[in-house]
């Protein structure tokens, strides 16, 4: 059973939870005015919060996603990493920026709240490369949650925004 996963240490899932981590402790330290989390779906924080879990045991403990290899598998590996590149370049516009709901959750390069979606499809391909039923699933489960989160704020965000004049 192949997509079941071989236990055993990832250090490519480290270089990606670092990746992730790391901007998400400093954006604590910097969040933009007026974010609040306090209206945020139970549903979709509980989809997160599994999500999460799932997905970091899953990248930690099983070796599959680590390079093994160039076949026509590494194009997830390299979409994946891709992903993880635009998802930094989102947190140094952030950290350039004003520090604004506005920076925080406008689209980049067509990816629509990349806060939440570049990392989900980037754990998503990884579990791809990987042949990695567990994080797949995982990645799926976050998505809904996450990704559902920063929908929720962006819409809020535009529904509260100056409207254009015609």
């Known amino acids: 059973m192949p997509w079941l996963g071989h236990f055993g240490f990832s250090w490519i899932g480290t270089l990606y939870l670092l990746a992730l981590w790391i901007p998400n402790i400093i954006w604590a330290r910097h969040k933009p005015a007026g974010y609040d989390a306090r209206d945020e779906s139970p549903v979709l924080i509980t989809f997160e919060r599994i999500g999460q879990v799932f997905s970091t045991a899953a990248i930690l403990i099983f070796a599959n996603t680590n390079p093994h290899g160039f076949s026509h598998w590494s194009v997830w590996l390299v979409l994946s990493i891709l992903l ?3 998802y930094e370049g989102f947190w140094i516009r952030y950290f350039r920026g004003g520090h604004t709901l506005e920076d925080f959750y406008r689209p980049l390069f067509g990816f629509p709240v990349p806060g ?7 754990f998503f391909f990884l579990g791809i490369y990987g042949k990695l039923a567990w994080l797949i699933g995982a990645s799926v489960i976050l998505g809904v949650g996450h990704i559902g989160i920063h929908l929720q704020h962006a819409k809020q965000l535009d529904q509260f925004s100056p409207q254009p004049r015609k």
Do not use: T, Y
């Open 84 to 86: 993880m590149l635009i």
């Open 116 to 122: 939440a979606s570049l990392p989900v499809l980037a």
